[in-house]
Antibody, heavy 116, light 106 residues
Framework: QVQLKESGPGLVQPSQTLSLTCTVS????????VHWVRQPPGKGLEWMGRMKYDGDTYYNSALKSRLSISRDTSKSQVFLKMNSLQTEDTAIYYC??????????WGQGVMVTVSS | IMLTQSPATLSVTPGESISLSCRAS??????LHWYQQKPNESPRVLIK???QSISGIPSRFSGSGSGTDFTLNINRVEPEDFSVYYCQQSNSWPLTFGSGTKLEIK
C-alpha cells in the first residue's frame, strides 16, 4: 500500500541546516510528484515545495533562497534541505503525494524544533 | 492567492447540518480542495476540485462553488467530524491553504 514516512533530527540549532528524508513505498517517484508541507504548532498548513515525477522542482518563493529539494529514485527517497533555520521554522514537516495538485497520501509528519 | 476561511470556529451539536466557507482573493475556477485534520493526525482529503467526491469519504461531505466562493457542507455532523477543516487552491503557484475552520462540539 501507499506509504510516506519522514525522518530527520527533532532538534536543530538556530542558523543551522535542516535535512529531512521522505521515504515512500507503494508507488514510484517517477510516476508521482511529492511535496513538502509544514505546520507550526497550533497553526495552519504552509506549502513549501515540490519534487515533480520528472525530476523538476518548484519552491515557495518565500522559502526559495533557503530551500532545496532533491531525490534518489533508486531508494524511493525525497530530500529536503533548508538552511539558516530560525525559531519560526519550528513545525511539523510533512511529505505528501500529489495526484492532481491535491494530496491523497501524507506521511505522519516529523516535528522539528529550532532551539539552542 | 489568499484563501480566507470562515468562520474560524464553529460550535455545533451532533446531527446539525453545516456549511463552511472558503473565499479566494482571485478567481481560481474550481481548483479548490478540502481537507480534514484531526488532532495529532495528518490531513485527509475530503473533496477535490470544489465538488468532486473522494473514494472512501462519507457521503455526508459535499462541496460546491467556483470562481472565488466555495463551500464545504456536512450533512448531519457526526461525533468523529469535530476537527479542523482546510481548503487548498491549486490554480496557481504557490499552492496555498486557508487558515482553517475548527468545528467544535457545542
Amino acid at each position: 500500500q501507499v506509504q510516506l514516512k519522514e525522518s530527520g533530527p527533532g532538534l536543530v540549532q538556530p542558523s543551522q541546516t535542516l535535512s529531512l528524508t521522505c521515504t515512500v513505498s507503494g508507488f514510484s517517484l517517477m510516476d508521482y510528484s511529492v511535496h513538502w508541507v509544514r505546520q507550526p504548532p497550533g497553526k495552519g498548513l504552509e506549502w513549501m515545495g515540490r519534487m515533480k515525477y520528472d525530476g523538476d522542482t518548484y519552491y515557495n518563493s518565500a522559502l526559495k533562497s533557503r530551500l532545496s529539494i532533491s531525490r534518489d529514485t533508486s531508494k524511493s527517497q525525497v530530500f529536503l534541505k533548508m538552511n539558516s533555520l530560525q525559531t519560526e521554522d519550528t513545525a511539523i514537516y510533512y511529505c505528501t503525494r500529489d495526484v492532481g495538485y491535491y494530496f491523497d497520501y501524507w506521511g505522519q509528519g516529523v516535528m522539528v524544533t529550532v532551539s539552542s | 492567492i489568499m484563501l480566507t476561511q470562515s468562520p474560524a470556529t464553529l460550535s455545533v451539536t451532533p446531527g446539525e447540518s453545516i456549511s463552511l466557507s472558503c473565499r479566494a482573493s482571485q478567481s481560481i475556477s474550481t481548483n479548490l480542495h478540502w481537507y480534514q485534520q484531526k488532532p495529532n493526525e495528518s490531513p485527509r482529503v475530503l473533496i477535490k476540485y470544489a465538488s468532486q467526491s473522494i473514494s472512501g469519504i462519507p457521503s455526508r461531505f459535499s462541496g460546491s462553488g467556483s470562481g472565488t466562493d466555495f463551500t464545504l457542507n456536512i450533512n448531519r455532523v457526526e461525533p468523529e467530524d469535530f476537527s479542523v477543516y482546510y481548503c487548498q487552491q491549486s490554480n496557481s503557484w504557490p499552492l496555498t491553504f486557508g487558515s482553517g475552520t475548527k468545528l467544535e462540539i457545542k
